[in-house]
């Protein structure tokens, strides 16, 4: 079965960085395109970067553009997420997710992995 | 960007009673839009996408409808374990993909 895991989250200080990764398994990982979406403590959701398939192409939310940097390792099924000077608003799970059809729809979603930004 | 405003914000309901919640956009998003179910602790579920097309698995009591900009998830005969928050997404034009901030379904 479909099977996403991020690992890296973690407590961080503001300005610092953090590496985020997600294992993908049970799918032909380089055939999807994949999505960072996140979620701040009792808030909604708010997508954050895509990638597609073949890394041919990526997209950042505005927020997150020119510090954030979406990648993926094909060969390794591991998707990235490297979050430079981080803010203390950017508290939040981040969640790896798979777009079936590289249409900017999500079908399955990792469990997610906690990222908190504090001094 | 395409905003997207969900009602209520929180719905009280009893099991076995019908849920009707609504996604209204900010312009139109034609059929792109989904739902999504999350439960405390677990990441979003898709239930439905394209308007109306249950995703693998989900429950005929779930069935959404509706074009343009307004939309509807309609929950049919509450079930104990649809208390839940619900979002809707769309992604006619994305980037950036939005949701709307949420549904809460509690028991009444």
């Known amino acids: 079965q479909v099977q996403l895991v991020e690992s890296g989250g973690g407590v961080v200080q503001p300005g610092r960085s953090l590496r985020l990764s997600c294992v993908a398994s049970?799918?032909?990982?380089?055939?999807?395109?994949m999505h960072w979406v996140r979620q701040a403590p009792g808030k909604g959701l708010e997508w954050v970067a895509v990638?597609?398939?073949?890394?041919?192409?990526?997209a950042y939310a505005e927020s997150v553009k020119g510090r954030f940097t979406i990648s993926r390792d094909n060969s390794k099924n591991t998707l990235y997420l490297e979050m430079n000077s981080l803010r203390a608003e950017e508290t939040a799970v981040y969640y790896c997710?798979?777009?079936?059809?590289?249409?900017?729809?999500?079908?399955?979603w990792g469990r997610g992995t906690l990222v908190t930004v504090s001094s | 960007e395409i905003v997207l405003t969900q009602s209520p914000a929180t719905l009280s309901l009893s099991p076995g009673e019908r849920a009707t919640l609504s996604c209204r956009a900010s312009q139109s998003v034609s059929s792109y839009l989904a739902w999504y179910q999350q439960k405390p602790g677990q990441a979003p579920r898709l239930l439905i996408y394209d308007v109306s097309n249950r995703a693998t698995g989900i429950p005929a009591r779930f069935s959404g409808s509706g074009s343009g900009t307004d939309f509807t998830l309609t929950i049919s005969s509450l079930e104990p374990e649809d208390f839940a928050v619900y979002y809707c997404?769309?992604?006619?034009?994305?980037?950036?993909?939005?949701f709307g901030q949420g549904t809460r379904l509690e028991i009444k």
């Open positions: 997404q769309q992604r006619r034009d994305w980037p950036p993909i939005t």
């Open positions: 990638i597609w398939y073949d890394g041919s192409n990526k």
């Open positions: 997710v798979r777009d079936p059809r590289g249409q900017g729809e999500y079908d399955h």
């Open positions: 049970g799918f032909t990982f380089s055939s999807y395109g």
